[in-house]
């Protein structure tokens, strides 16, 4: 076992002990969608909150980030950390909301219409992550990170009983090694949780990983692609995981192990405190469930007039006027390599955006919304639902993103501009299922 810990902790990786609610629980009621979709729709929480009402529930555990703005937050935060001690209390008595830990990972297979999605749920070093642009670590950021950003996220981690994974991590396995494997070994493995997910969320399944077996074979694939990487990206230092999704919560999770770790610098055992990890799936960049989307913008308070007018006339912009929303969503999709191409929506109006380049949309893009009130929108749905009814908003309809070059971007260049994509649409994010103690 010592060896074995000593594999995975080269690949910044660690066997958690696993938390998952007990068998009275009812799963679909349990289970929440991540806490940064649905921004801009106060009804999808509202479902929510309606489909947990009365039950154990991880919404009880998280805080949607639509409620950031409002002034209870030091109440909401203090309520979440109150019931995490409370399901914590009950775990050996007959009303046990969570079962004991078990020392163990989860092979996830989330049933979305695009397919099962494969995923292995671990937990990460995070001295072998640093988010910063520039960073030659084992764990690298995907969006530049805002620290202003931060601190919310911090607030509901510092001190946490109980931490709820929706990061997940990107693996360039380009043979699909890892899932196919991973899969066939754990045909006949225990079922961790099989159920529906509330609100149109598909379904999910995941397996206990748990036997030695389980975890050599997760080292021998990851050391085996954490080599590649060096010759793939022309590299010095090995580059393994991707943050696909969960970039900031990811780097709140590290600020709070850095002030932690000051804090008790010397301190005995301070090495292996469970705030030095972070629970996440690792996916497969190349698994054919794992579809990249845009994440589109949506300006408040901002005069579409004014806004195409002076997208016009920048050099080497054109914007024209289009018929229809079916029209503009083909118009945007259909660029050329030469020839970059995004929408404006505003209430009835739609106007097609042409500009030269053929790089990351968003790095075109987000330089001209500057100084306004934004918000990013998961999926096109919401975002025309959004800029139609919303007389001050103006929507930006970006296009299909390539997935392919990602890792080779991030290496060459380092992280892309804040949510420059979505793995799949809102609904097809990870849940809050499985936890682990943090601060106890």
């Not at 970039?247 to 301190?267: C, I, M, R, Y």
């Not at 030469?338 to 955006?353: D, M, N, Q, Y």
């Amino acid at each position: 076992m010592h060896e074995m810990n000593k594999r995975l902790a080269s690949v910044g990786v660690k066997i958690a002990h696993i938390i998952l609610p007990a068998k009275d629980v009812d799963l679909e009621k349990w289970a929440v969608i991540a806490c940064d979709q649905f921004t801009q729709d106060a009804g999808y929480w509202g479902a929510a909150e309606a489909t947990a009402r009365g039950a154990p529930s991880a919404l009880n555990l998280i805080y949607p980030e639509i409620y950031l703005g409002r002034n209870d937050k030091n109440e909401r935060v203090e309520r979440i950390h109150k019931t995490m001690r409370s399901y914590i209390e009950t775990m050996y008595t007959g009303n046990a909301v969570l079962n004991p830990p078990r020392q163990a990972g989860v092979f996830v297979e989330r049933m979305t219409r695009h397919g099962v999605r494969r995923g292995a749920l671990i937990a990460v070093d995070l001295e072998q992550y640093d988010w910063r642009a520039g960073s030659q670590s084992m764990i690298r950021a995907t969006e530049g990170t805002l620290p202003e950003r931060l601190p919310p996220r911090m607030d509901i981690r510092r001190g946490a009983a109980l931490e709820l994974p929706h990061i997940m991590l990107l693996v360039d396995d380009r043979e699909n090694i890892l899932m196919t494997l991973l899969e066939k070994l754990l045909a006949n493995a225990p079922t961790a949780y099989d159920t529906r997910l509330m609100l149109d969320g598909g379904s999910v399944r995941g397996r206990l990983m748990y036997r030695k077996n389980d975890w050599d074979l997760i080292s021998d694939v990851l050391e085996h692609l954490a080599r590649l990487s060096i010759n793939r990206y022309k590299i010095e230092n090995p580059f393994l995981f991707a943050v696909g999704d969960g970039n900031h919560s990811l780097a709140a999770a590290k600020a709070v192990w850095d002030e932690f770790k000051l804090a008790h610098a010397g301190e005995n055992g301070i090495e292996n405190h469970a705030a030095r990890y972070a629970l996440a799936e690792t996916v497969n960049l190349y698994d054919p469930a794992v579809v990249f989307e845009p994440i589109h913008r949506v300006a408040f308070n901002a005069d579409a007039d004014r806004l195409v007018k002076a997208l016009g006339a920048l050099d080497g912009f054109s914007v024209s006027d289009v018929d229809g929303r079916e029209r503009l969503q083909r118009m945007v999709s259909d660029a050329g390599a030469e020839e970059s191409r995004c929408g404006i929506v505003s209430g009835k109006r739609f106007a097609l955006v042409k500009y030269s380049g053929g790089g990351i949309a968003t790095a075109d893009i987000d330089p001209l919304l500057e100084g306004l009130e934004i918000d990013f929108i998961h999926g096109e749905e919401e975002l025309f639902r959004v800029a139609t009814e919303n007389r001050s908003a103006s929507g930006a309809l970006l296009p299909p993103f390539n997935k392919n070059t990602l890792f080779e971007t991030i290496a060459r260049t380092g992280p892309l501009p804040r949510k420059s994509f979505s793995i799949g649409d809102a609904r097809e994010k990870r849940y809050y299922l499985e936890c682990r103690r943090l601060f106890c």
